[in-house]
C-alpha cells in the first residue's frame, strides 16, 4: 500500500466533543496529520485528549454565529502560511470508502485526500473540492450510474478550499451550500468525488457542536428559509428526509462551467486509470461477499501476491470477546456476565467506546488502592496478578494497546524491516493473545510468551499455545538469540527494570527491541519509585534513562511514525540505520 499523505493542511473544526471528536480519531488511527481548531475554554479538555501540539486556539469564543467565525479564521490562517489551499472538515466523520466497482469499501484516508488533491490541482479554476458522503452512493445494480466525480454541485463538510477565492463564509445556516452557489454563480467549478466517499455521521446525531445552537425546534427550516432568501429563485424550501430541506433547482445542473486544464500538465500522457498503488487486503477471518472474494482473485492472479491476514489483529475484539470470557470461564470459576460488565466499563473509562467516558469500575478502584496500599507498607502485594478479575484489565490492555502495535507492525513503512526476523520473545505475555498475534503475522517464525509459572495467566497461555502455536517460558534463560524482543506494558511492572533490560540485552542479544513504556501513569502493579543503581528515582525520570541505556548498547531508534511515539521500535545494525530511517536519540 502506498503512503500517501495529504498536501494541504487539514483543519478540524469541533466544539464540546473533545471526548468524541469522531475525525481527529481516525486520521490519528490513519496516521494523517491534521489540526484541531477550537475554542480557548476548551483547550484543556482537547489537551487532555489529542495534545496540545494538534490544536489551533481561537481568538474568539461564543459568537452565537454557528461554526461561519471559525471558516473564515481557518481561511486566513492557512493563507497566511502560503498554502494554496487547505482542508476543512467537519468533526462527526470516521473514515473514508472507496467506491470501488459497485462495493463500498475502506480506504486509507490519506491516499484519498492526496489523489483528491492531485486531480483538483490538474485544473485551474476548481474553487473547492471534496468528498461525497457515503450515504448518498448510489447503488449500480438499481440502475444508477456513478462517475467518479461530480462536476458543479454541493460539496459538504469534508472540503478542499481555494485561498485565493474572494468569497467568505457568510450567514449562519447552510454555509457550504451559500459558499458552493458563491463561486459556481461567478464562474468556477466545483468538484465533488464520488470515487471516495466520507463516512460522516448524520446531523443532530451527536452531542456538542453547533446541534443545541442551531438545529433545535425550528432550525432546520429557518435554515432552509434562510438560504432561499439569499438565492431567490435559485434555492426553494422544501421537504425530504421527513424535515425541512433547501432544495437547489434542476439539482444544482443550471451551472454549466468549464473545467481549464493547466497547461505545465501533459494530459496526454497520464495513465487512463491509475491506482497510485492502491489494492485490496483482507483484514478479516472470511470474506463474505462473494463478489470481494472474486476481486481478491482477481488481484492474486494479476500480481501473484496478497497479504494474508491476522485475524486476530484485524479482528474488532468486540467480536471475539464473548469467546475470551468462555474459554476463561471453562478455566477457571468466575462470574462471566460480571467481567464483561467490567471490560465494558473498563474500555468506557478509557473513552475507547461511541458512549460518554465513565468512572474506572469500583472493583478495580479497589485492586489498585490495594496495589499502592502495599507499596506504601513496603510490601508490594503481587498476588493482585492473581485476582479473579485482573485479567478483564489485561483484555483491554490488549483490545487498546497491545493489538493497535501489532497493527503498526503491518504498515508499509515498518512490516519490511522486521518480516526475515526467525525468533520473537513477547515478555509478560498477559493473556496470551498478543504472543498469538505475533504467530499470526510471523507464521514462519519461532514465537515464545513468557510468564509466571503457577499463575492463572500463564496456565491460560499455555492453552492460546497449543492453539495457536507458539511457546511458553517461565523466564528469559535458555531462551537464547532472539531476533525480535516486544514489551508492552512489562517494564513498569518490575521493580529494577533497567538492570533487567541489561539483563535481556545480555541474554537474548535481541536485534530489535519493540516497546511500549508507560513509567509514568497510575496503574495497577506499576511503581512510585523504581531502583536505578542502588539509588530510588521517581517513575518520570525512567523513560529518560530507558532510552539512553539502549543508546548505550549500540541501538538506535527507527523512525516508524507511530502515534505519540508508542511504541518505539529500536534496531541494533547502527550501520543500516539511515536505511531504516532512524534516529540519534
Not at 90 to 117: P, Q
Not at 125 to 149: C, D, E, T, W
Not at 282 to 289: C, F, L, N
Not at 531 to 557: D, M
Request: with cysteine; charged share 25%.
Amino acid at each position: 500500500m502506498p503512503n500517501l499523505k495529504p498536501i494541504y493542511p487539514i483543519y478540524v473544526i469541533s466544539k464540546g466533543r473533545a471526548d468524541a471528536c469522531k475525525t481527529a480519531d481516525f486520521l490519528i488511527r490513519e496516521e494523517v496529520p491534521f489540526h484541531i481548531v477550537i475554542e480557548p475554554q476548551e483547550k484543556d479538555l482537547y489537551a487532555a485528549k489529542y495534545g496540545e501540539e494538534r490544536l489551533h486556539i481561537l481568538p474568539f469564543s461564543n459568537l452565537g454565529r454557528g461554526s461561519i467565525p471559525v471558516r473564515n479564521w481557518v481561511k486566513e490562517h492557512s493563507t497566511a502560511n502560503g498554502d494554496q489551499r487547505h482542508w476543512i472538515l467537519d468533526d462527526n466523520m470516521r473514515g473514508v470508502y472507496r467506491w470501488y466497482r459497485g462495493k463500498r469499501i475502506w480506504c486509507d484516508s490519506g491516499a484519498a485526500l492526496h489523489i483528491t488533491e492531485e486531480f483538483i490541482d490538474r485544473y485551474t479554476n476548481v474553487a473547492i473540492g471534496g468528498l461525497n458522503y457515503s450515504f448518498f452512493g448510489r447503488n449500480p445494480r438499481q440502475g444508477h450510474k456513478v462517475p467518479p466525480f461530480r462536476l458543479n454541485c454541493h460539496v459538504y463538510s469534508c472540503m478542499l478550499i481555494l485561498n485565493e477565492l474572494p468569497h467568505e463564509w457568510r450567514g449562519r445556516y447552510n454555509e457550504d451550500t451559500d459558499l458552493c452557489l458563491q463561486v459556481l454563480a461567478d464562474g468556477w467549478c466545483t468538484i465533488q468525488m464520488q470515487i471516495f466517499l466520507i463516512d460522516k455521521l448524520q446531523t443532530m446525531t451527536m452531542k456538542g457542536g453547533n446541534t443545541d445552537q442551531l438545529y433545535d425546534g425550528d432550525g432546520r427550516l429557518y435554515m432552509a428559509r434562510s438560504l432561499e432568501r439569499k438565492w431567490p429563485g435559485v434555492v426553494k424550501t422544501t421537504r425530504k428526509f421527513k424535515r425541512p430541506q433547501h432544495h437547489i433547482k434542476a439539482n444544482w445542473q443550471h451551472f454549466d462551467n468549464k473545467l481549464i486544464k493547466r497547461n505545465d500538465v501533459d494530459f496526454d500522457n497520464l495513465k487512463l486509470i491509475d491506482e497510485y498503488g492502491l489494492n485490496l487486503q483482507q483484514v478479516k477471518p472470511e470474506i463474505v461477499s462473494k463478489r470481494i472474494q472474486g476481486y481478491m482473485d482477481e488481484q492474486i492472479a494479476k500480481t501473484g501476491q496478497t497479504v494474508k491476514p491476522a485475524h486476530l489483529v484485524n479482528t474488532p475484539p468486540s467480536r471475539f470477546v464473548n469467546v475470551f470470557l468462555n474459554k476463561y470461564a471453562s478455566m477457571y470459576p468466575i462470574n462471566r456476565d460480571f467481567a464483561k460488565d467490567m471490560i465494558d466499563q473498563i474500555l468506557r473509562h478509557r473513552g475507547t467506546s461511541k458512549e460518554q467516558p465513565i468512572p474506572l469500575p469500583q472493583y478495580m478502584v479497589e485492586l489498585e488502592g490495594r496495589w499502592y496500599d502495599s507499596l506504601n507498607s513496603g510490601e508490594p502485594d503481587y498476588a493482585i496478578y492473581d485476582d479473579d478479575y485482573y485479567f478483564t484489565d489485561m483484555w483491554v490492555c490488549w483490545a487498546i494497546y497491545s493489538r493497535n502495535y501489532l497493527r503498526t507492525l503491518l504498515k508499509p513503512n515498518v512490516y519490511p524491516i522486521v518480516e526475515n526476523v526467525k525468533t520473537i520473545a513477547d515478555l509478560g505475555c498477559g493473556i496470551g493473545y498478543t504472543t498469538a498475534g505475533f504467530k499470526q503475522i510471523f507464521p514462519s517464525s519461532e514465537v515464545i510468551g513468557t510468564n509466571l509459572e503457577g499463575t492463572k495467566q500463564h496456565d491460560f497461555c499455555k492453552v492460546m499455545a497449543d492453539a495457536s502455536g507458539f511457546k511458553m517460558a517461565s523466564d528469559i534463560q535458555g531462551l537464547g538469540q532472539i531476533d525480535l524482543v516486544f514489551a508492552s506494558e512489562y517494564f513498569e511492572h518490575i521493580l529494577a527494570p533497567i538492570t533487567h533490560l541489561e539483563e535481556i540485552l545480555a541474554t537474548l542479544s535481541p536485534r530489535f527491541l519493540y516497546v511500549a513504556n508507560s513509567f509514568n501513569t497510575h496503574s495497577i502493579g506499576h511503581f512510585n519509585h523504581y531502583s536505578v543503581e542502588r539509588n530510588w528515582l521517581p517513575a518520570s525520570k525512567l523513560s529518560g534513562i530507558f532510552n539512553k541505556t539502549l543508546f548505550a548498547h549500540g541501538y538506535r531508534q527507527v523512525e516508524i511514525k507511530a502515534w505519540n511515539n508508542k511504541p518505539a521500535l529500536w534496531a541494533k545494525d547502527a550501520q543500516n540505520l539511515e536505511a531504516l530511517g532512524g534516529s540519534d536519540g
